[in-house]
């Protein structure tokens, strides 16, 4: 109910944003508001869960993402909304991708980075568990490795805490994995 509610909300807040962009096109802080619209909307599907519509929340966003002039702010939301989208919908290899762009391009958002170096770490993760052998582990060692940057750089966020227990929980694989890089190979 609280879902129909907010989506109702963000409906109206769409169109609402629609009618004024007419009036006014171009001024960056209408393209946020815009951005922030579709993000919310999108944001309210997945949260919904219905899979038949998480398609529609990430062409909200990619939609969205095509408007020009907005904050860095509002990219960083974009973009994290959008690897929200496509892990939900089950789009692992793609998903990596929106979350480590708000960590390049948006280093000035720390607390989106650090959410995004989490959600990037557990698509890794995942990835791992679908792939076998030696790409498995790459993966892996990778997720780690960003769990580990976002434990250690953002301390003090709610992500970084959790990125700290979920390194914890995988620890002793990951050093298992990287000791056995470091080895010279047998001859």
Same mark, same amino acid.
Request: glycine content about 6%; aromatic content about 8%; some cysteine.
């Given at each position: 109910?609280?879902?129909?509610?907010?989506?109702?909300?963000?409906?109206?807040?769409?169109?609402?944003?629609?009618?004024?962009?007419?009036?006014?096109?171009?001024?960056?802080?209408?393209?946020?508001?815009?951005?922030?619209?579709?993000?919310?909307?999108?944001?309210?599907?997945?949260?919904?869960?219905?899979?038949?519509?998480?398609?529609?929340?990430?062409?909200?966003?990619?939609?969205?993402?095509?408007?020009?002039?907005?904050?860095?702010?509002?990219?960083?939301?974009?973009?994290?909304?959008?690897?929200?989208?496509?892990?939900?919908?089950?789009?692992? $290899?793609?998903?990596?991708?929106?979350?480590?762009?708000?960590?390049?391009?948006?280093?000035?958002?720390?607390?989106?980075?650090?959410?995004?170096?989490?959600?990037?770490?557990?698509?890794?993760?995942?990835?791992?568990?679908?792939?076998?052998?030696?790409?498995?582990? $790459?993966?892996?060692? %990778?997720?780690?490795?960003?769990?580990?940057?976002?434990?250690?750089?953002?301390?003090?966020?709610?992500?970084?805490?959790?990125?700290?227990? %979920?390194?914890? $929980?995988?620890?002793?694989?990951?050093? %298992?994995?990287? %000791?056995?890089? $470091?080895?010279?190979?047998?001859?």
């Amino acid at each position: 109910m609280q879902v129909d509610i907010a989506q109702r909300r963000f409906d109206a807040a769409e169109e609402k944003a629609k009618a004024i962009s007419a009036q006014t096109a171009g001024d960056a802080a209408l393209v946020d508001n815009q951005i922030m619209a579709a993000a919310l909307r999108a944001r309210a599907i997945i949260a919904a869960g219905n899979k038949d519509r998480l398609a529609e929340a990430e062409g909200l966003v990619r939609g969205a993402a095509r408007l020009e002039n907005a904050s860095s702010s509002s990219y960083a939301t974009l973009y994290a909304t959008l690897g929200d989208a496509l892990y939900s919908e089950g789009k692992l $290899e793609e998903a990596r991708f929106p979350y480590l762009r708000v960590v390049t391009l948006f280093p000035d958002q720390r607390a989106q980075v650090a959410d995004c170096l989490l959600n990037a770490g557990q698509v890794f993760l995942d990835m791992a568990g679908r792939a076998e052998g030696a790409e498995s582990d $790459e993966y892996f060692v %990778k997720g780690m490795k960003l769990l580990y940057e976002c434990a250690a750089r953002y301390r003090g966020f709610g992500s970084a805490r959790t990125a700290g227990r %979920k390194y914890l $929980e995988h620890k002793q694989r990951y050093l %298992k994995l990287t %000791k056995k890089a $470091e080895q010279p190979a047998d001859k």
